[in-house]
Each structure stands twice: as structure tokens, then as C-alpha cells.
């Protein structure tokens, strides 16, 4: 497994690092990207928190929403690992408000964040899967993607594109070996849901069958699961939500 190699991308805190110490802890060469450069000490200790587990780790600050930054993270990987046996496609940004104030740059920044990142990761990423005959993408959705959330019809239009994006490319790349899962995940306990007063919380969590928000880890393991075995399973979108939607 050492020689394994997979790239998660929004890694610097969240689902997106609990999904890198996961497969870092399997053995996993793990590489991790975040874009903004606030954030760049925290993907540097997650990079520490990744070394830890004895498995070499490349951090990499950039936009994976912008095609040529996202080539120069990926010539990065071959530099220095090779291709990429694991693609999980996490980087994502929400939005709240009311679709007639949104601002036109502020749905371009949301879909270039949340879908075209995707489009790129996997546009570099599957050259190299096709030519080794195997390889999987596992995409991070929401359930909004399916159910439509109001007051962020921008964020459950980019969750929709992906849930879309994974059934077709799942379909595209079958035949060679390759396979394409999506996990649409529900409330998880991460900084996206910190906004929220500690009432609308209660409230939140009083809608879900199972009580709780899902943890962090929790979709790591998943996620894990759908790198580390399932080679028939592709082209669905698991939802991850407590039964909650």
C-alpha cells in the first residue's frame, strides 16, 4: 500500500483533512491542497500530522478551480510520486443568501470552486488511470445536490453538477477499470456549520433520525472504503446523512 498515492483536495481542516490522515494511516503517499494562503499553516501541520504516520506527504497551495494552477500541482505529483492512484475531489465553498442578491463573481467563484476544480482534478488525473487500467475518483457532494437547499441554490447547483458529473464519467471510464463514486454527505460537524446560533443547531440536529451531526471521520471512512475495495460499485452517490433527507 506504501507504493499507493492519492491526492485530496480542501485538505487544510474539516472533511478534507480527516479523509488525508486516513489514508495516511493505511500507508498512503498522501498529497493535499488547499487555495487559500491563510490557510497555509494549518495544511502545513496536517502535512506534519501525515508525516507522523511514517508516509511522505507533498502539500501544495493552489487553486485547483484555475486549470493551469491545478497542471502545476499535478506535475508536482508526477515529480515526485508518479501518477495517482486515488483521486478524491473535496475542495468546496458554500454560499448563503438569497439566489437575487447573489453577485454574478460570487457564482463564479462558487462553481469554479466546487465544480469546475472537479472537471480539472479529474481531466489531469485520468490520462495516467486509463494508461494503468485502474484508478478511483471519489467525489465529495451534498445532499443538497439532490433535494435543493433554499437560500443556497448556487451551492446545490454545483453539488447537482457533481452528483451528474460522477454517474457519467463513472460510465465514460468503466471500461477501463476506473471507477466514480460520489459521497453526498448531510450535517457534518465541521467550520461550515459553525455559523449557525446554538438554537438553530438543536433544531438542525432535531431533524435528523439519528440525533447527531455526522463526524469528519466518519466520512473518511467512507470514502477509505470506496478507494480501498467496491470494484463494481461506481456510478452512485451514497448519501451520508444520518437518514436525515
Given amino acids: 500500500m506504501s507504493k499507493k498515492t492519492v491526492l485530496v483536495t480542501g485538505a487544510s481542516r474539516g472533511i478534507g483533512k480527516a479523509i488525508a490522515v486516513k489514508f495516511a494511516k493505511k500507508g498512503y503517499r498522501v498529497v493535499i491542497n488547499c487555495v487559500n494562503p491563510s490557510h497555509e499553516d494549518m495544511l502545513a501541520q496536517v502535512k506534519r500530522d501525515i508525516e507522523s504516520y511514517q508516509v511522505p506527504c507533498?502539500?501544495?497551495l493552489g487553486d485547483v478551480g484555475n486549470f493551469?494552477?491545478?497542471?502545476?500541482?499535478?506535475e508536482k505529483i508526477q515529480k515526485m510520486f508518479g501518477s495517482l492512484d486515488v483521486l478524491v475531489n473535496n475542495a468546496g465553498i458554500s454560499y448563503i443568501g438569497l439566489l437575487q442578491d447573489m453577485k454574478p463573481e460570487d457564482w463564479d467563484r462558487i462553481v469554479r470552486t466546487n465544480l469546475t476544480s472537479?472537471?480539472?482534478?479529474?481531466?489531469?488525473a485520468i490520462p495516467d488511470m486509463v494508461k494503468n487500467q485502474c484508478g478511483k475518483i471519489i467525489n465529495i457532494s451534498s445532499v443538497w445536490g439532490s433535494a435543493g437547499a433554499s437560500c443556497?441554490?448556487?451551492?446545490?447547483a454545483t453539488k447537482g453538477g457533481?452528483?451528474?458529473?460522477?454517474?457519467?464519467?463513472?460510465?465514460?471510464?468503466?471500461?477501463?477499470?476506473?471507477?466514480?463514486n460520489a459521497v453526498a454527505c448531510g450535517a457534518i460537524d465541521t467550520e461550515m456549520n459553525h455559523w449557525m446560533s446554538d438554537e438553530d443547531l438543536l433544531a438542525l440536529i432535531d431533524e435528523i433520525p439519528?440525533?447527531?451531526?455526522?463526524?469528519?471521520?466518519e466520512v473518511a471512512d467512507l470514502v477509505y472504503h470506496l478507494a480501498y475495495k467496491s470494484n463494481y460499485l461506481t456510478g452512485q452517490v451514497i448519501a451520508l446523512d444520518g437518514a436525515w433527507i
Fill in 68 to 74: 493551469q494552477e491545478c497542471r502545476e500541482i499535478f
Fill in 118 to 124: 472537479v472537471f480539472n482534478c479529474c481531466r489531469l
Fill in 152 to 156: 443556497e441554490v448556487a451551492y446545490s
Fill in 58 to 60: 507533498l502539500a501544495c
Fill in 162 to 180: 457533481i452528483n451528474a458529473f460522477t454517474k457519467a464519467l463513472a460510465k465514460e471510464l468503466a471500461p477501463s477499470g476506473i471507477q466514480v
Fill in 210 to 217: 439519528s440525533g447527531r451531526l455526522g463526524k469528519a471521520e
